[in-house]
């Protein structure tokens, strides 16, 4: 088909003219009666958001995808050009993609009548079919429809009563695209009513230029929940001419959080060598988030998004990674200590509430870590109970025994790897409480697991923990009070 240029070629091979949401949907019939996946590489919608999208791309619908930042709304749209056809027809320099044999543009019209069967004819890629625009107060109806260009009638020595001194917006010129817009209740409410006809009739009004033109496209909305949001809404006309809305998420279990954090990590290959991550602190990393979205310092109706794990995870590398250049190693493995360096990755990705502006964004992110290991704690070792009646029988006597013999204990950020080992090994009861509670745990992410240990007695209150200047303290915690005192 690409060798065709022109138009009577372009009949010889009998092509059919289809529209946009035929194309998807034939395509989209296609793939599912194969057995492929639809939407490759966006995890956690297989039986929710998925499913939705499908059946409103088989009714031929304009869809808004609703739901909080960070929940692959864009990326939905964008693997939507996958269901394109790979290549389609527009008559060589048309400004909106005009389909060799249904023209709608005066400047196509005339050029078939002028060339007929001799009109040339461009190829356009699927790649090329996707238009998106981010909804911000300044958007004009110019912007998305169009308006007079003086300087084409200037050129062209037009009079302005001639529509061909129309010059189109992003809509027309996303004719046979699909075009996504972005955040739609930021669009002011008058932009959104200049939509109402190109969504239902599919006309549009330029300067009082009434341009009759069935444009052929795909409509993707995005938007946050309206309650959710200050900055505007969705106008009630728009929304009853969308004809599906569906609503998104966010991972509802580790480990399809994790896939998520590990596909969209901007690591490269000697990061990955050089840094070894246990697959305890990938739980623990993405845990973190979880917490947030349930934290009172936090606006949940704000949403915590996939991207705070993501920038955490790369953080949490980097860390690790400039620990290994200072002591000239080639290879580290991350620590639990390292998780204080995905702090910065974490302040700038969430909206506090009064109480957390308060409380101040590090230690809200702290907070979170804290929250994290006391969660996840308990699904290793036995629970901590905050009041004993046998001290002596708790499962962690002998561990906080040896904190009270010993004056401190330091877990340096720099420590190179033997001298790390070597300073938890010297904890005995930790290995013993290892070796009764998780025997078949990875040798190799052991160490992870005994700092766990101290950091998880330290949030449920039967450690001390304080910053020093190069690492973290641990001591006994009534010696502790004592020594305050």
């Not at 969504?199 to 033109?213: H, N, P, W």
């Not at 449920?460 to 305050?484: P, T």
Request: glycine share 4%; charged share 25%.
């Amino acid at each position: 088909m690409k060798n065709i240029q022109t138009l009577a070629e372009l009949k010889q091979a009998g092509y059919i003219s289809k529209s946009i949401k035929d194309e998807l949907r034939d395509n989209l019939r296609a793939k599912i009666k194969a057995g492929k996946p639809v939407f490759e590489g966006v995890h956690g919608f297989e039986n929710t958001v998925i499913p939705e999208l499908e059946r409103a791309i088989l009714s031929r619908h304009n869809i808004n995808l609703l739901g909080l930042r960070g929940q692959a709304k864009t990326r939905l749209a964008r693997k939507m050009i996958e269901l394109l056809d790979e290549y389609i027809p527009i008559v060589a320099g048309s400004e909106i993609n005009d389909d060799p044999l249904q023209p709608i543009s005066r400047f196509a019209k005339d050029l078939i009548a002028e060339k007929g069967d001799a009109t040339p004819i461009q190829w356009m890629h699927r790649s090329e079919r996707f238009a998106e625009k981010l909804a911000t107060p300044d958007v004009t109806v110019a912007d998305l429809i169009g308006d007079v260009d003086p300087i084409k009638a200037a050129n062209l020595k037009l009079s302005y009563a001639d529509d061909r001194v129309i010059h189109f917006g992003m809509i027309p010129r996303a004719n046979r695209c699909i075009f996504v817009i972005n955040e739609l209740p930021d669009l002011q409410a008058r932009i959104q009513v200049a939509l109402f006809n190109i969504l239902q009739e599919g006309d549009i009004q330029i300067r009082g230029f009434k341009v009759r033109m069935p444009l052929d496209m795909q409509f993707v909305f995005t938007a946050n929940p309206e309650d959710y949001t200050n900055r505007g809404s969705i106008v009630t006309p728009l929304k009853d001419r969308i004809g599906s809305q569906i609503l998104t998420h966010y991972p509802e279990t580790l480990a399809i959080a994790r896939t998520i954090t590990h596909q969209e990590a901007k690591l490269n290959t000697v990061q990955t060598e050089a840094v070894y991550v246990p697959s305890i602190a990938k739980d623990l990393l993405e845990q973190i988030s979880f917490e947030a979205r349930e934290s009172e310092f936090i606006d949940a109706k704000s949403g915590v998004s996939a991207r705070m794990s993501i920038t955490a995870y790369e953080n949490l590398i980097s860390t690790a990674e400039r620990r290994a250049l200072l002591n000239g190693s080639d290879t580290t493995v991350v620590r639990l200590s390292d998780f204080m360096g995905i702090i910065p990755a974490i302040t700038g990705k969430v909206e506090l509430v009064y109480e957390g502006e308060q409380e101040g964004a590090a230690v809200v992110a702290q907070h979170l870590i804290g929250d994290a290991i006391r969660t996840f704690f308990p699904a290793y070792f036995p629970k901590i109970e905050k009041l004993e009646r046998d001290v002596d029988a708790s499962p962690y006597a002998k561990i906080l025994e040896w904190f009270f013999a010993e004056s401190g204990f330091e877990l340096l950020d720099d420590a190179t790897d033997d001298t790390y080992q070597k300073q938890l090994d010297a904890i005995q009861p930790l290995e013993d409480l290892i070796q009764k509670y998780q025997p078949e745990f990875p040798v190799q992410d052991k160490y992870f697991l005994k700092e766990l240990i101290l950091w998880g007695l330290v949030e449920y209150n039967k450690l001390s923990k304080d910053r020093v200047a190069v690492g973290y303290q641990f001591k006994d915690l009534y010696s502790s009070y004592i020594n305050k005192l």
